[in-house]
């Protein structure tokens, strides 16, 4: 048996590791934090983006100049009736000179309304160049929070508080034990890719008894006394022993079987004995199959 998922995590940033927050031999999920980085600067930067950002926000809601430049545009605008009105009442009232001044303010108050919208576009366009800055600032604090990836058990941890980390130097190993991968060979004059998808079942092999002997304690001692005190409890061990052992065969003999199903058959033959690599992947929710573990693969 193998692992499929032998994952080693690495930092994306250098810096300094601020806590670990995983210990070994303990499962997390993919979403757990496993160590942090010290990210004080990347804060402040982040709280220097929404600063920068509030700014562009009021600038941009400001409409003063645009508001000032209709008004403007207004006013000579009825400058220029009252005066054309003037010469049609009184010919000559007002002079073909001030006419074409007039004119020529309300073309600059026009293309002053125009210049406020142009500068309210670019305001707004301003305030999304901050909002970005802001969710990049973001985005280098959730860096220096080193996260799992995969579900699993912690089997190594690379790295301790106050060390000094490169981008891409591994903070620890984590391993998933579910599903897990048994492999093993077939006939490949027989069998081909046409396996895969099949489902198996794996019967773990029981591990070979312990041959260690137990020898009774003979030596008889005065009642009451501290040695036969220490032969009542090596009496009651020896019993503890024997429950254990029946237990432990009972155990073997209540095997449960592992299922899954064939994942990859190799199409290379084995030049002398004709055989092929096989891989089936097994549900493993319990734990109990561990990598190396040795049995019998049955294709149902």
Same mark, same amino acid.
């Given at each position: 048996?193998?692992?499929?998922?032998?994952?080693?995590?690495?930092?994306?940033?250098?810096?300094?590791?601020?806590?670990?927050?995983?210990?070994?031999?303990?499962?997390?999920?993919? %979403?757990?934090?496993?160590?942090?980085?010290?990210?004080?600067?990347?804060?402040?930067?982040?709280?220097?983006?929404?600063?920068?950002?509030?700014?562009?926000?009021?600038?941009?809601?400001?409409?003063?100049?645009?508001?000032?430049? %209709?008004?403007?545009?207004?006013?000579?605008? !009825?400058?220029? +009736?009252?005066?054309?009105?003037?010469?049609?009442?009184?010919?000559?009232? &007002? =002079?073909?000179?001030? #006419?074409?001044?007039?004119?020529?303010? #309300?073309?600059?108050?026009?293309?002053?309304?125009?210049?406020?919208?142009?500068?309210?576009? &670019?305001?707004?366009? =301003?305030?999304?160049?901050?909002?970005?800055?802001?969710?990049?600032?973001?985005?280098?604090?959730? %860096?220096?929070?080193?996260?799992? $990836?995969?579900?699993?058990?912690?089997?190594?941890?690379?790295?301790?508080?106050? +060390?000094?980390?490169?981008?891409?130097?591994?903070?620890?190993?984590?391993?998933?034990?579910?599903?897990?991968? &048994?492999?093993?060979?077939?006939?490949?004059?027989?069998?081909?890719?046409?396996?895969?998808? !099949?489902?198996? !079942?794996?019967? #773990?092999?029981?591990?070979?008894?312990?041959?260690?002997?137990?020898?009774?304690?003979?030596?008889?001692?005065?009642? $009451?006394?501290?040695?036969?005190?220490?032969?009542?409890?090596?009496?009651?061990?020896?019993?503890?022993?024997?429950?254990?052992?029946?237990?432990?065969?009972?155990?073997?003999?209540?095997?449960?079987?592992?299922?899954?199903? &064939?994942?990859?058959?190799?199409?290379?033959?084995?030049?002398?004995?004709?055989?092929?690599?096989?891989?089936?992947?097994?549900?493993?929710?319990?734990?109990?199959?561990?990598?190396?573990?040795? $049995?019998?693969?049955?294709? %149902?």
């Amino acid at each position: 048996m193998v692992l499929i998922r032998n994952t080693t995590v690495a930092a994306s940033i250098p810096g300094r590791i601020q806590s670990v927050e995983i210990s070994e031999g303990e499962s997390i999920s993919a %979403e757990s934090t496993i160590a942090r980085l010290d990210d004080s600067r990347a804060r402040a930067e982040l709280t220097s983006a929404r600063a920068a950002l509030r700014a562009a926000t009021i600038q941009s809601e400001n409409d003063v100049n645009t508001r000032y430049a %209709e008004r403007t545009l207004d006013v000579r605008q !009825r400058e220029l +009736q009252q005066s054309t009105e003037a010469n049609q009442r009184y010919a000559g009232s &007002v =002079t073909a000179t001030e #006419i074409d001044r007039l004119r020529l303010v #309300i073309d600059q108050a026009a293309l002053s309304v125009e210049q406020a919208e142009q500068e309210r576009r &670019v305001a707004e366009a =301003t305030v999304a160049e901050k909002e970005a800055l802001c969710e990049l600032a973001r985005l280098r604090i959730q %860096e220096h929070q080193v996260t799992a $990836g995969i579900a699993g058990i912690v089997a190594e941890i690379f790295v301790q508080p106050g +060390q000094w980390i490169d981008a891409g130097e591994p903070v620890a190993r984590l391993v998933s034990l579910d599903p897990i991968r &048994v492999s093993g060979f077939v006939d490949g004059r027989i069998h081909d890719a046409s396996l895969v998808g !099949r489902r198996v !079942r794996f019967e #773990i092999e029981p591990p070979k008894q312990s041959s260690a002997t137990y020898f009774p304690f003979e030596q008889s001692s005065a009642p $009451g006394s501290r040695a036969a005190a220490n032969d009542a409890a090596s009496a009651e061990k020896g019993l503890d022993r024997d429950q254990d052992e029946d237990a432990f065969e009972k155990g073997i003999d209540e095997v449960t079987p592992l299922y899954g199903v &064939v994942t990859f058959v190799s199409p290379e033959l084995h030049p002398v004995t004709s055989q092929v690599r096989l891989w089936a992947n097994l549900e493993n929710p319990d734990g109990r199959a561990r990598p190396g573990m040795h $049995g019998k693969l049955i294709i %149902e």
